[in-house]
């Protein structure tokens, strides 16, 4: 990710507010985060990417499974929050944190246990939904939002509204757990906008925060504390 530009950053609670003059992630002094230069891709069974067999199922996530030989087990599913499934026959199984391939093999080894010789079993993703990213910060709705597949950092920015008219685009942070470790990058999003440098993958759990323009807060603030009576002449005279 070569996006990654350490020209300065805040923690989330700072970024959210508007940076510091000192930054503890720039100084490499901040005991929470480790300042990096490229985001390291976190542990598969929690990463988002392409929904294939590499894909680690998680609660909602919506299965679509199959069994030639026993039409009533050919259904969709829901993972509930607890991470599991119950399928006639079958019983409950924990699907959380399994691949569609381990869960298939799991459904056929207890369905020849006791019903059939050779059952033939396909679980395919109608949904996947269970990784979810946190954007924050000056976008249009800051919030939780699911991930369906591979998404870029612009792409969750458009999940959330973009960002808003106080946001500085050239601070946006991404905070990152890999193992035991959290991470941080700054990235340049008008940079990406113009094709200048990559646009990183964001992976589920990400928290991206996109920093407060301190001049336009600093605009704003003001203009909410203007008499009623000269609002606008005052609010001209400092927009020109």
């Known amino acids: 990710m070569r996006a990654a530009v350490m020209l300065g950053s805040c923690s989330a ?3 959210s507010s508007g940076c510091a003059t000192k930054s503890p992630i ?3 002094t901040a005991s929470a985060v480790t300042p990096v230069s490229q985001l390291q ?3 598969p069974r929690q990463a988002i990417g392409e ?3 590499a894909y680690y199922i998680g609660p909602q996530d919506q299965l679509d499974i199959a069994v030639y030989q026993l039409p009533e087990l050919t259904r969709q599913v829901r993972v509930d929050a607890a991470g599991k499934i119950a399928l006639p026959f079958v019983g409950e199984i924990k699907a959380s944190g399994m691949t569609t391939a381990e869960i298939s093999n799991l459904i056929a080894s207890r369905l020849r246990a006791k019903y059939m010789q050779r059952p033939e079993v396909t679980v395919g993703i109608t949904e996947a939904i269970s990784q979810r990213i946190t954007l924050e910060g000056a976008v249009t709705r800051p919030g939780m939002y699911p991930i369906p597949g591979k998404v870029t950092l612009l792409q969750a920015l458009a999940l959330a509204g973009g960002t808003n008219n106080i946001a500085n685009e050239r601070l ?3 905070f990152r757990n890999v193992g035991a470790e959290r991470q941080a990058a700054i990235f340049d999003v008008q940079m990406i906008r113009r094709g200048e440098v990559e646009d990183p993958t964001l992976y589920g759990n990400d928290l991206v ?3 407060r323009s301190r001049g336009k807060v600093l ?3 003001v203009i909410g504390t203007l008499p009623v009576l000269n609002a606008f002449r005052t609010v001209d005279r400092l927009a020109n």
């Open 26 to 28: 720039k100084e490499g």
């Open 219 to 221: 605009l704003r603030d």
């Open 209 to 211: 925060v996109v920093e």
């Open 41 to 43: 891709v976190p542990d």
């Open 172 to 174: 946006v942070a991404v």
């Open 13 to 15: 609670l700072i970024l």
């Open 51 to 53: 929904v294939s067999d």
